[in-house]
């Protein structure tokens, strides 16, 4: 019975957003006769889709018998003008011992390259798809003009390069880059175009933090995938219109990952790159760790924290004091469910001495700030296939919203329930670093006192976040969950 109101409730939803209409405020049980109009197979399509993310599939444990791989960084071809090439290429990769599964990379045949940039380094890329459709080359997090984004307006057709340009003008931060083409974003991230950009700054370098990248300075891209019996990624197969989820974790594309580490400080770089999971990264040992930095840059002040949550596209730096731990038993980092994500070897070596400063920022949330009125209101709502943000489906043609350039403004992001109760939607702004004025009303918790490109937003909640755009264009905001993001959950903002 409970089931059965819980269908009639999904179809209700459905129907009502489907039909454009606003009045869903007849009760389900009222109205059971409307599941009659449905088609059977989108209806249980729409159930199954919405049930997997209540209960999502478990994550196989890692059995930590390959070593992680660490993201080549890319070299510079011009000490002075900095030029970098990154092309979106296809290819095969051993992620199974003896198979080849077909993937996409950067300048790989899988994931891609770590970029490092200065703050103040003037940066030219030569992008090139040589891939065989349309792709973009996003820079997620960094502050470019809407020219240089790689939003879905600028697709570069197969065999077509551009050369762009920017100036790096932010904080040092952990941001990544991806492909945005309009409607195939999800799938060219399941295939493996993703990779990373450290920003280090005067402050990042003077800071003491451990910097030695690969040993305890290490990335860490958190993707979940289905494997076909052949051990391929077919995503037409994979897929769900809620978000792709996969029982297999990769980290950094590495199968069964473990990582090797000294006795000492190891700071651990988290970015969520999967198209739809969460995770609440832990240690087994219930021990904790600092949280350093957010999306955008260094906290204030080291945050000590047990578990920290991170929703699609969000990153996180903590600090994990190997030298402090019981290194006696296995050690793992795990998430919210126990699947060990990431073994940790701890060698008898000591390593370097790095330490975590006390202060290592200068973010505010102003008097002022805090003070503006809301005078931007973006709604989200739906699920499946029929998601929207003010009641719209993203239409390239169509600007949302206008900012003026250098301005903060508030916008109040609202998660409307649907009658199941709705979904987390992790929300993102290109373009810009914003701060997060509150969450239902309360100051966010500790953590999210940093700068953010993406926040995460429960059913129901209301966040305010204050938001300055330093380049103008159109850029786009929308649900990181990459289906979501395909299937319309999209809007433009123009800056002018
Ligand atoms: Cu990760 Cu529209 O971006
Ligand atoms: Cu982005
Ligand atoms: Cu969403």
């Not at 003008?81 to 045949?109: C, P, W």
Request: aromatic share 6%; with cysteine; proline share 4%.
């Amino acid at each position: 019975m409970g089931i059965k109101i819980k269908i009639a409730a999904v179809a209700i939803s459905l129907l009502v957003i489907g039909g454009c209409s606003t009045n869903n405020s007849q009760p389900a049980e009222e109205k059971d006769h409307d599941i009659g109009e449905m088609d059977h197979s989108t209806m249980s399509d729409m159930m199954e889709g919405h049930m997997s993310h209540d209960e999502v599939t478990s994550l196989n444990d890692s059995t930590g018998e390959n070593e992680l791989k660490i993201p080549s960084m890319l070299e510079r071809e011009d000490e002075n003008s900095i030029v970098y090439t990154v092309r979106a290429q296809k290819g095969k990769t051993e992620i199974f011992d003896g198979t080849e599964t077909e993937t996409y990379g950067y300048n790989g045949s899988f994931l891609g390259p770590m970029l490092r940039f200065e703050k103040g380094d003037k940066v030219k890329i030569r992008t090139i798809n040589e891939l065989e459709e349309a792709t973009t080359f996003h820079w997620h997090g960094l502050e470019v003009a809407a020219d240089v984004d790689g939003g879905p307006h600028d697709a570069l057709k197969p065999g077509e390069e551009k050369v762009i340009e920017f100036e790096v003008t932010q904080e040092a931060s952990t941001l990544w880059f991806h492909p945005h083409p309009k409607g195939k974003t999800a799938e060219q991230v399941y295939n493996g175009l993703a990779g990373l950009i450290y920003i280090e700054d005067e402050n990042s370098k003077s800071l003491g933090l451990p910097t030695d990248y690969g040993k305890n300075d290490i990335p860490l891209i958190f993707q979940d995938r289905t494997f076909d019996d052949k051990k391929q990624l077919n995503y037409s197969a994979a897929k769900n219109e809620d978000g792709t989820i996969g029982d297999t974790l990769l980290i950094n594309g590495t199968l069964n990952p473990k990582l090797t580490v000294n006795k000492e400080k190891v700071r651990l770089r988290l970015l969520n790159g999967s198209n739809a999971r969460n995770y609440t990264f832990k240690l087994n040992t219930g021990d904790s760790f600092v949280q350093i930095a957010t999306d955008g840059g260094y906290l204030n002040e080291p945050v000590n924290l047990k578990e920290v949550t991170l929703t699609p596209s969000e990153r996180a730096e903590i600090v994990v004091d190997f030298s402090q731990l019981n290194t006696e038993n296995d050690l793992a980092l795990i998430n919210e469910e126990g699947s060990i994500l990431l073994p940790f070897e701890v060698s008898d070596q000591s390593g370097a001495i790095s330490r975590i400063p006390g202060e290592m920022n200068d973010f505010s949330l102003t008097e002022e700030e805090m003070k503006l009125p809301v005078t931007k209101k973006v709604e989200l709502f739906g699920m499946m296939d029929m998601v929207t943000i003010n009641g719209k489906k993203f239409d390239p043609e169509r600007i949302d919203l206008t900012q003026q350039q250098g301005v903060t403004e508030v916008w109040e992001i609202y998660n409307k329930p649907d009658m199941m109760g709705g979904m987390i939607h992790p929300f993102h702004i290109h373009g810009a670093q914003f701060k997060i004025i509150s969450r239902d009303g309360e100051e966010p918790p500790e953590n999210e006192r940093g700068w953010k490109d993406s926040i995460s937003i429960k059913p129901d909640e209301r966040v305010k976040i204050a938001i300055q755009f330093k380049h103008k264009g159109v850029y786009m905001f929308h649900c990181h969950i990459l289906e979501h993001e395909d299937n319309g959950m999209m809007g433009q903002v123009k800056v002018e």
